[in-house]
């Protein structure tokens, strides 16, 4: 299972609206709308923004949403701030209880 | 307050073999399969092993399979990862993460070190 496809970084000013792909294929993110996305500090743990897709666990910034178009996921955050400066994970159910994560994003606060 | 901590992590040999401890605290642990994913130095990261929540189910990543193992012990509030024929590439940092869906990892631990290296 090859991880799934992310930019490698991207950028936006405090304020506005970025959004970061992830390219799966028929075998996981195309048939499963089951899509999650992390949040990571280094050196912390892994932080659970999004999940199944579109839903936001509770205590998340509702800046936070998720949506998916045939192979590709997204995860959008609009009113950029600071603290979401992070790397950013997709990861997909592909079956089986077996799951891949998204070669991860950098997501820089100009 | 759901915490998980891991430990075991430590600078071994290739070839060798190290366990993995994970304590949970704050919740039922019987109730929710769970997982361990890891990140290698400047990488991503990577899904390696789930287990149901009566250890009915296990599956691993296809990088580890035949050489971890993934066990628990719900009497003990305890997750286990034993590593054998470690290799380089297994060097990173391992956390264990509550599944409480289809790949929602809601709760992770700080993660615990492994280095492979002679």
């Known amino acids: 299972q090859s991880a799934l496809t992310q930019p490698a970084s991207v950028s936006g000013s405090p304020g506005r609206s970025i959004t970061v792909s992830c390219t799966g294929t028929?075998?996981?993110?195309?048939?499963?709308?089951?899509v999650s996305w992390y949040q990571h500090h280094p050196g912390k743990s892994p932080k659970l923004m999004i999940y199944?897709?579109?839903k936001r666990p509770s205590g998340v910034s509702n800046r936070f949403s998720g949506s998916r178009s045939g192979n590709t996921a997204s995860l959008t955050i609009s009113g950029l701030q600071a603290e979401d400066e992070a790397d950013y994970y997709c990861?997909?159910?592909?079956?089986?209880?077996?799951?891949?994560f998204g070669t991860g994003t950098r997501v820089t606060v100009l | 307050e759901v915490q998980l901590v891991e430990s075991g992590g430590d600078l071994v040999q290739p070839g060798g073999s190290l366990r993995l401890s994970c304590e949970a605290s704050?919740?039922?642990?019987?109730?929710?399969?769970m997982n361990w994913v890891r990140q290698a130095p400047g990488k991503g990261l990577e899904w390696i092993s789930y287990?149901?929540?009566?250890?009915?189910?296990?599956y691993y990543s296809e990088s580890v399979k035949g050489r971890f193992t993934i066990t628990r012990d719900n009497a003990k509030n305890s997750l286990y990862l034993q590593m054998h024929s470690l290799r380089a590439e297994d060097r990173a940092v391992y956390f264990c993460?509550?599944?409480?869906?289809?790949?929602?990892?809601?709760?992770w631990g700080q993660g615990t070190l492994v280095t492979v290296s002679s």
């Open positions: 993460a509550r599944d409480a869906g289809y790949g929602d990892f809601d709760s």
């Open positions: 704050g919740f039922t642990f019987s109730s929710y399969a």
């Open positions: 287990i149901s929540r009566s250890s009915s189910t296990i």
């Open positions: 028929s075998s996981d993110v195309g048939t499963y709308n089951l």
């Open positions: 199944e897709g579109n």
């Open positions: 990861c997909s159910y592909a079956g089986s209880r077996t799951y891949v």
